[in-house]
């Protein structure tokens, strides 16, 4: 058994909403001096595999097909 951490970033240039109203929060709570906020998404899955190589080939599959947007996100993961 393995898990993959999968981190998905918006890529630069992408508008980030959300990142805007995360970043507008922390000035309403008195967090000064934050110049930008760019959110994301943490992703665990526990696979059902020994091998190394055939987990990051799975994981990779996973990423491209449902779990990133690969036309507006960057991912990347690790295996724990």
Partial sequence: MMKAQVYITLKNG???????AIQGA???LGFD?????????????????????KAEA???NMCEKLLA???IENYRFELV
């Fill in 58 to 60: 799975a994981v990779k």
């Fill in 26 to 28: 922390l000035g309403h």
């Fill in 14 to 20: 992408v508008l980030d909403p959300q990142g805007k």
């Fill in 33 to 53: 001096g934050i110049k930008q906020v760019r959110q994301g998404k943490f992703i665990e899955v526990e696979i059902n595999e020994t091998d190394k190589a």
């Fill in 69 to 71: 947007n690969t036309v």
